[in-house]
């Protein structure tokens, strides 16, 4: 409040004048109301949190009159900031009113302040920031980069079903051939009929089908197929004949068979 | 192919010893320009391998080198130690000049990280232009963060692993100056008095600065 | 800024020491995009250096590390260690399936060990590609025999070890005799005309592969 501000009617110095002057053709060059707010401030040379904000807001409020008086066009936020301004200088002026409730005017001082202190300190870490050694300018990457070759490899697999699976296929690959009757391993039912009505007559009581199977048959898993399967259809011959009974208590369960009482 | 193949093969029974994995991280970070992560690094090493390990021999080794190894985020890169830069106008690359408006708005970014548009424009004062974000995204420095749980759900931004690396920082930790600011109060997102709605997103702010300053 | 300012100055009056020229060297190799040559060095190192003499101790550095200091054409440059190559690579593996004349020649090699090209062609009753074979031997799971003492003496084939792992075999004895394939029910039919031959060829099967074991 010492200090003549810069913009009241009986400016005298022609440097001031000029240093008006010259901040208002730079209107432009402003980042918004905080940003010139921030430059007044300067003027009062002091400590960013010693600054008068009554003070500020008298030079701002000045600003925008001689800037209106310029027919400049100023932007509406200058105008909201100028208004809000002369609010605060109301309330820091006048005796605080005990009836009324928000903020006094050294609180919204006090921001302000704030947000000023706090706008330079991002000036100056922006700075600091842009002054650090820089990536491409200062200090390099690697210059020829070898790119991860992305390298598509087949795998073949196989799985041992696979490979015993083929082995098998060889080795049988021989008995495709013309359809032979192979007698060597085929018991027929007419030996089976044979064979049963000659020991049906011993067989008192039931007795396993499967003890019927001719010797040599019972081992080799094709003469015991062919085998079994002749018999059983003896058996069955035999007991439509009405010589033999024929009894399976369930489901897969021996077969056996009875000489059928005369 | 045969060779790979039994290599890694053979991996699955030992790990290659710390020399060995000090060489094979060597060779992976000197044939990458970006930095790669301890991830990367142990997925593209041997069968239980130790990068982590193998890095804070290898930085040793590069100490005072002309080539230095920096951690940059979760990522390790070779850089060029900055001293030599004079040495290297053939491989300068001319930056496009940022504007005032650009440099404040990705300081504050990564100040006061993750920030919201509305915390940008109520520390600079003025409305951040759709460009000046834009342009941070295009050399992505910054990229969109969590959502703030406020009214409105706004979008963050935070610093990215590329800023990191173009101001050779380890981490946003490493911002210079920042604990000073901190302890001056000027990182709080200090409420216009007799308003609330910023007051809201106060404790979130600092729920992001903490969780960032956690690790 | 400054100190490269005074660093720069300074080297105009005298030549840095060669520690410091290693540096210098290794940095510019490091950031170059393409190898450089002495004179290129020099042109860019402060006057009086002696970049000829600083490559000598900078390849020396490198030697045995996981980059090396290579001089290519009339350039330097470094190269990631040859050995480590295999680290610059992704594999994407893509599986197929083995073709069925590359699993019936891998079955007979595998049940007949060693055997030569004309046992497998006699045995497959068709003649063996050599594709199928080079595709065998490139997976590692055949590799070539001893010579057969016959006329000609053809070159026999064996399985791997790659082999056994791959099918989880311990040795080519654990591979399921006839007997017991016709008892998982992989040879299902009827007994071959004189089955006696079975007999036969399983122990000779055996022989083989006693042969194998025996080295």
Redesign the interface.
Known sequence: MSDPSLFEEDRTSVGERLASEALIVDVDGF?????L?LTLSRTQKVDLRKVSVLQLAEQYLAFVNEAKALRIELAA?YLVMAAWLAFLKSRLLLPPDPNED??SGE??A??LA??L???E??????A???G????????????V????ARVR?VSYTATLLDLMQAYARIRTKDEFRPYAFDRVHVFTMEQALDRMRGLIGYAGDWTDLMGYLPDGWSHDPMRRRSATASTFAASLELAKQGQIEIRQSESFAAITIRRKAP | ?????T??EKSLFEAPLIAEQ???????L?????PVSVADLAA??PHGSDPAEALVYLRKRYE????NLLRIGDGW?????????????????E?RKLS??A??T???I??HQPATRAEIEE?????VSRGTVDQLLELDWIRFGRRRMTPGRPVTFVVTQVFL?????ESARD???LKE?RA?G?LDN?P???SAAIGEDEGEEMAGQTELFED
């Open positions: 980042e918004g109301p905080l940003d707010l936020d928000g903020p609180e919204l006090a921001h704030f947000q202190e706090r706008l300190a991002m000036r100056e870490a922006a600091r920031l842009m650090r050694y820089q990536l491409g300018r200062d200090f390099f990457a690697r210059g980069t070898e790119d991860v490899r | 192919m045969t060779e790979v193949f290599e890694s000090e060489r094979m991280v060597e060779a992976i000197f044939a990458s320009a970006d593209r090493m005072g080198r002309g080539v890169a070779f850089r060029t130690a900055p001293d030599l830069g004079f040495l290297m106008q053939k491989e300068t690359v930056t005032r408006a440099i404040e990705l300081a504050i990564a100040y520390i600079r004062g003025v409305a690396d173009h101001f050779g920082l911002l210079p100056g600011l001056a000027l200090r216009m008095p007799g």
